[in-house]
């Protein structure tokens, strides 16, 4: 069974726009973040943009002004939308989600648990 399902990768023109999407799973519990992350060849996965209960939107500097990430908790789904796409932003994309829970014991436990899509490809090419 797929946690996440991630759509919305494609090929795309600079300057262009694409807008992804990542639903979680319902089994899923406790979801506090979802958000996206990418890598690009020759770099480390890094941070697109998170949506974290009850906290500011983090976007990396790259993308400000550009992509938007947006969640609808009712459908356990986050978007990107992407805009004025750049060559640089070529990359895979990879849904991310965080959940806690909290355990009955004394003192409490917390179990934070991390989730990755498989990834999504975006090219950005003339």
């Known amino acids: 069974q797929e946690e996440l399902v991630e759509s919305g990768g494609g090929l795309v023109q600079p300057g262009g726009s694409l807008t992804l999407s990542c639903v979680a799973s319902?089994?899923?519990?406790?979801?506090?973040?979802m958000g996206w992350y990418r890598q690009t060849p020759g770099k480390e996965r890094e941070l697109v943009a998170l949506a974290t209960d009850d906290r500011p939107i983090n976007y990396t500097d790259s993308v400000k002004g550009r992509f938007t990430i947006s969640r609808d908790n009712d459908k356990n789904t986050v978007y990107l939308e992407m805009n004025n796409l750049k060559p640089e932003d070529t990359g895979v994309y990879y849904c991310y989600v965080n959940s806690v829970m909290w355990l009955t014991s004394l003192p409490p436990q917390r179990v934070a648990s991390d989730f990755w899509g498989p990834g999504t490809q975006v090219t950005v090419s003339s």
């Open positions: 319902e089994d899923i519990l406790g979801i506090e973040a």
